[in-house]
């Protein structure tokens, strides 16, 4: 199943690499019939089941303005607030595209640790993680489109996400609290 | 009638009335002089990302092994429970608990989770006249319930009403409250549980240091976000965990009136005089020292048991 992932990512991810390494001064309408159709959000997913990321739709949504989501990467001047526009807002499109370029799946292990030591990066402080930035991002926009914005609208809840909850077959039965609150 | 509340009573009431009395109350200057362990880690918490999802309680409740709660952590009629008049506190059963508030001017609820802030300068630990409390170099406030006698006196102490009391054994009561998951996870420098599950990254873990710098550069570089003021910088001496909101803090239920100093100036003062207080009143100690015994007894009982 994992390795069905794997293959589809690379199916994905290895076109759009070859794409932005090939060269940076196509029109942007060519780089959305570029873009990946589906991703699939599986990095960290435990409690959650992972997300099939419509990004065909999503380019629809973003009425082709990548810069929507992908701040300055595709070259044109950043929507996006905070640190990273101080200095990267007019920038030219970078070979880094995907959300995962800069944001980290797990900033806080040895090997994000590791990553943002060989990245040098020294001015990039308080940047969200990977999980922080879709869930900052997507719930945000999703409230003021009326997409879906609770959690199993994007991502059904895992047998072991119930259980961490205490919820569905795990729900706490009314005699296990005759204690009460204090 | 004018309102009183636990710490009022305590600062006003126990500590300045027996005090002046004595004529004890300049012992208390050199308080809240100490900077504080340098490398202390904390917590900043950004109300505007926090969507009240309650993974952080979830996260709590299963690194901490506390009992099954009352209801799902996806069930979110929890809002809208009060308790004595009040919304949700920590208890002995959650050592986090997030609430809502539906603030007016705001299209979206405000949500606030609460904790223990691991104070600077902890007015638990300072009020705890057998030292129960420590604070370690990481930042955490830690309690041993091997040298707590019961007296209860740390949940009057603390300026945001954090420790509770568990009386699952009636001879054997235990404080229970936040302890950063310092024995699992700050100790080896990995962030609590609750701010690794955070979904929105709501809970940023870091140097308390830098998460200051992060919060006032937040407040810059989104004019009109945030007001201008960081919770927990200085309230009561400065606390670990650090707050920012997009709402004027009281609205969203935070004590505004604590002023800066720490409590430990004013408890302080209290604590010279306990001393005297138990020569005064053997009675009073002969009680704190059956309560001790008693638990010692127990302890070497159920140790002979094993
Ligand atoms: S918040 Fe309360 S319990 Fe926590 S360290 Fe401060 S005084 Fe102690
Ligand atoms: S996990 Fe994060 S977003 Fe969810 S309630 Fe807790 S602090 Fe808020």
């Known amino acids: 199943m994992l390795k069905i992932k794997k293959i589809l990512m690379l199916m994905v991810l290895v076109p759009i690499a070859a794409f932005f390494f090939a060269g940076n001064c196509f029109a942007q309408e060519e780089e959305i019939a570029a873009g990946p159709a ?34 300055h990467t595709i070259g044109t001047p ?37 990553i943002r030591k060989e990245r040098g990066e020294v001015y990039h402080k308080d940047k969200p993680s990977l999980k922080g930035a879709y869930h900052q991002f997507c719930i945000s926009c999703h409230e003021e489109v009326d997409g879906p914005y609770t959690c199993d609208g994007c991502h059904p809840r895992t047998e072991k996400g119930d259980k961490f909850f205490y919820s569905g077959q795990y729900a706490p039965k009314p005699s296990d609290n005759a204690g009460g609150h204090h | 009638m004018k ?43 950004d109300l505007t990302r926090c969507i009240g999802c309650r993974s952080c309680e979830a996260a709590c409740n299963k690194e901490q092994k506390l009992p099954a709660p009352d209801k799902p952590f996806d069930d979110f009629s929890v ?69 707590c006698v019961g007296c209860r006196t740390c949940m009057i102490a603390c300026p945001f009403y954090v420790p509770a009391y568990s009386y699952s054994s009636v001879l054997n009561p235990v404080v229970k409250k936040c302890i950063m998951c310092y024995d699992t996870r700050l100790k080896f420098g990995r962030r609590p549980a609750c701010a690794e599950a955070c979904p929105r990254e709501t809970l940023t873990f870091g140097k308390r240091e830098d998460l200051i710098y992060y919060a006032r550069q937040r407040i810059k570089l989104n004019p009109g976000k945030y007001v201008n003021h960081i919770y927990g910088e200085k309230e009561v001496g400065g606390t670990s965990w650090l707050y920012l909101s997009g709402v004027p803090f009281e609205e969203v239920g935070f004590d505004t009136h604590l002023g800066n100093q720490p409590i430990l100036n004013y408890v302080k003062e209290f604590l010279t005089i306990v001393p005297m207080v ?23 009982e159920s140790e002979s048991q094993k």
């Open chain 1, 38 to 71: 589906t991703i699939i959000l599986d990095s960290i997913a435990e409690y959650y089941e992972p997300v099939n990321f419509d990004h065909a739709s999503h380019i629809e949504f973003a009425e082709n303005d990548c810069a929507k989501c992908h701040h």
């Open chain 1, 78 to 114: 950043s929507t996006g607030t905070g640190n990273c526009n101080l200095c990267h807002k007019y920038e030219a499109s970078t070979k880094i595209v995907a959300c995962r370029g800069c944001h980290l799946s797990d900033p806080y292990s040895e090997e994000g640790k590791k």
């Open chain 2, 3 to 45: 309102k009183m509340n636990r710490r009022s009573l305590l600062k006003g009431g126990l500590a300045g009335g027996v005090i002046g009395a004595l004529g004890l109350g300049k012992k208390a200057e050199a308080a809240g002089t100490f900077e504080g362990y340098p490398d202390r880690m904390g917590v900043l918490v």
């Open chain 2, 79 to 147: 809002f809208d429970e009060i308790h004595l008049g009040q919304k949700r506190r920590p208890t002995e059963k959650a050592y986090t608990i997030v609430n809502r508030y539906d603030v007016e001017g705001q299209d979206k609820p405000v949500y606030r989770k609460i904790q223990c802030n691991h104070c600077n300068e902890p007015a638990c630990l300072s009020s705890c006249f057998v030292n129960a409390y420590t604070k370690t170099p990481e930042g955490a406030v830690m309690y041993d319930p091997k040298v």
């Open chain 2, 278 to 300: 138990l020569t005064i009143w053997p009675a009073l100690f002969a009680g704190f020292h059956l309560l001790a015994t008693r638990k010692e007894n127990k302890n070497k």
